[in-house]
Every structure is written in C-alpha cells, then in structure tokens.
C-alpha cells in the first residue's frame, strides 16, 4: 500500500530511511516485548548490584540504573510524540480521502436522483399527452359514428322517396 501523505508533504520524521526507523523504534516503546524486556533488564541489574557474588557498579539507590532511564526516557518522549503525530497526519490524509470519496459518492447519487426526476417528469407529461390523445381519439371517434349515422340515415330517407 502506498504512504497516504499527500506529496511533497514530509511527515515529523521525515519520509527518508532515519524517519521510518525511528517510528518503528517509538512504536516498539509501547509493545509488551519491550516492556517485559525492559523489567527483566532492571530486575538482573537490581540482583546483580545486590548480592555480593558480582562486584557492584551500581550500588542502591540504583543511580546509574535511574540515569540509564533517564537518558532512555530523554530519547523515547520525543520519539513517540513524533510518530503520533506522523499516524495523526496519515489519519488526517485518510480521513480527507474518505471524505473525497463520500462527497463523490454523494454527488453521483444527487446526478443520478436528478436524471431519474428527469425521466419521471418526461414520462409523466408523455402519460398526460397520451391521455390527452385518448380523449380526443375518443371524441373524433363518437363524431365520426355520428356522422356516419347522419350519413345512413340521410341515404335511407332519400332511397325511400
């Protein structure tokens, strides 16, 4: 499927390589994997820096851990503000689409409802017109038997005389 930003426009992170990376990467942020992977980390760091059997780097209050995630938190914020802004221009580009669609649509219908009123109305006075011939057939009709019995009834009495 190709990318639904219209062209030329350049989402937050760019369309290059870097920008689809660090999406992917801010997206990552909110999995499980990473949240699992991330609370293993921690646990083996607390462990490790808290048994005497490995030399502790870091001893409690964990303040290199507490750097580490600060530095991790500096990097990952931005990240995924950028990214929902990135979908939140997809969702913008494809809700304008949809609503491109649904006017076309619309206006197809509304073309399509007017030539049906169209032919209605050309039907409706073809109907009128065919009754009005039925009318006048009918009149012409009795008016011509009224003149043939004119006729029948003149030829009698002259036969008679």
Do not use: C
Not at 7 to 13: P, V
Not at 36 to 62: E, K, M, T
């Amino acid at each position: 499927m190709a990318d639904p930003t219209p062209r030329g426009h350049h989402g937050a992170f760019g369309e290059d390589t870097f920008g689809r990376v660090s999406e992917k990467i801010a997206r990552f942020f909110g999995t499980p994997q990473y949240i699992i992977g991330q609370s293993v980390v921690v646990v083996v760091w607390i462990v490790l820096n808290s048994v005497a059997i490995v030399r502790h780097w870091d001893p409690y209050p964990f303040i290199l851990l507490n750097l580490a995630f600060s530095t991790q938190a500096a990097y990952a914020a931005p990240l995924i503000l950028l990214a929902q802004t990135r979908q939140a221009d997809r969702d913008k580009s494809d809700s304008q689409l949809a609503d491109k669609r649904h006017t076309e649509r619309e206006e197809s219908a509304n073309a399509r409802t007017e030539a049906i009123k169209t032919e209605t109305d050309k039907l409706h006075e073809l109907l009128e017109a065919n009754t009005e011939l039925t009318a006048q057939d009918k009149e012409l009709t009795e008016q011509v038997a009224a003149l043939a019995r004119e006729i029948r009834e003149l030829l009698t009495t002259r036969q008679s005389r």
